[in-house]
């Protein structure tokens, strides 16, 4: 069991950054790949950031490329969500997810078994 807990969100200027914090408790968060997803008023959950179990691994949607940039640090059970040059379009509620057990790099929200309660990002023009 994994559980999940988001930081860092807030209000930002467009061109601007946050830091995302993604803090877990559970003995198996080294084994386990993470993700970021997020979703705005009236939209579906998009997948934003994967990065598998030893950090050596990411992939990135096409909207984020270049600017978002995920990590993780397994001895603080933390992943990281880097944004930068961010831009209105950015704006939503970003979820943390935990993949089960040895898992891979994971694009799907069904592929994810564990989920953060969500941290709010807005971005304003």
């Known amino acids: 069991q994994v559980q999940l807990v988001e930081s860092g969100g807030g209000l930002v200027q467009a061109g601007g950054s946050l830091r995302l914090s993604c803090a877990a408790s559970?003995?198996?968060?080294?084994?386990?790949?993470m993700g970021w997803f997020r979703q705005a008023p009236g939209k579906e959950r998009e997948f934003v950031a994967t990065?598998?179990?030893?950090?050596?691994?990411?992939d990135y949607a096409d909207s984020v490329k270049g600017r978002f940039t995920i990590s993780r640090v397994n001895a603080k059970n933390t992943v990281y969500l880097q944004m930068n040059s961010l831009k209105p379009e950015d704006t939503a509620v970003y979820y943390c997810?935990?993949?089960?057990?040895?898992?891979?790099?994971?694009?799907?929200?069904?592929?994810?078994?564990?989920w953060g309660q969500g941290t709010q990002v807005t971005v304003s023009s």
């Open positions: 997810a935990a993949t089960p057990v040895n898992y891979g790099l994971a694009y799907s929200w069904n592929e994810y078994a564990f």
């Open positions: 559970g003995r198996t968060f080294s084994s386990n790949a």
């Open positions: 990065i598998n179990w030893s950090g050596g691994s990411t």
